[in-house]
């Protein structure tokens, strides 16, 4: 069965220094991986999606994530942090194969300081 | 509509009342997902509908959980009995159904259990 791992459930990041949150996954074959931010009282909003080709990935708001197939890894990343990045994001994982069935990770809250 | 609509927003129940929690999705979408979002843990697929399948109901976590889709579009999640530990954030995500996983999610139903 799919499964993804966020191990930091809170960071904290001073406003305008870089930013990587960790995601592992656990998936047979090629993954689809993707990272989606809740600010406070949203909805989810996709960030940015993984399917094949390029490993990096930019996606909407400064952000981009590189797949790692030998780390089973999938980690956000962000040269520069806003104040209004401050958030929850949540990685997930969907199955290749089938049906989009997509497993979320518990989430990194993240909190940014002036 | 432009998004994915879910109401009520906020839900407020006594112990071994029902409720029913409603999710309109985009117009045109096949593929209708409710999730649950408890404190602390990442998002917890309950069930699946695309198109005029089958639905994946391998996601609920008791008989007292029920969905149904009406008319391929606006879709019910029923809860029996409703326990505190039913208390979560529910989602509900529409997609084209087309393999690009391009999930919208709505802004969610607050379910408090006293």
Avoid: M
């Avoid at chain 1, 991986?33 to 490993?55: A, I, N």
């Avoid at chain 1, 520069?80 to 949540?90: G, I, K, L, N």
């Avoid at chain 2, 096949?30 to 089958?54: D, K, V």
């Amino acid at each position: 069965a799919q499964s993804v791992t966020q191990p930091d459930i809170h960071i904290t990041v001073s406003e305008g220094a870089s930013l990587e949150l960790r995601c592992n996954y656990s998936y047979g074959a090629t993954p689809y991986l993707f990272w989606y931010v809740q600010s406070p009282g949203q909805g989810l909003q996709l960030l940015l999606k993984y399917f094949s080709g390029d490993t990096l990935v930019q996606g909407i708001k400064g952000f981009e994530a590189e797949f790692k197939r030998s780390q089973s890894s999938f980690n956000l990343r962000k040269p520069s942090v806003h104040w209004s990045d401050a958030a929850e994001y949540f990685c997930a994982v969907g199955n290749s194969g089938g049906y989009q069935k997509v497993t979320f990770g518990t989430g990194t809250k993240l909190q940014v300081i002036p | 509509g432009a998004g994915v609509s879910q109401s009520p927003s906020n839900k407020v129940t006594e112990k071994g009342k029902d409720v029913e929690l409603r999710c309109d999705p985009i117009s045109g979408h096949t593929a209708l997902y409710w999730y649950r979002q408890s404190l602390g843990q990442g998002l917890e697929f309950l069930i699946y509908f695309q198109g005029n399948s089958a639905p994946d109901k391998s996601g609920l976590p008791s008989d007292r959980f029920s969905a149904e889709r009406t008319g391929g579009s606006v879709s019910t999640l029923t809860i029996q009995r409703t326990q505190q530990e039913d208390s979560a954030v529910y989602l509900c995500a529409s997609s084209t159904g087309a393999g690009d996983y391009g999930y919208t999610f709505g802004s969610g139903t607050r379910l408090t259990v006293v």
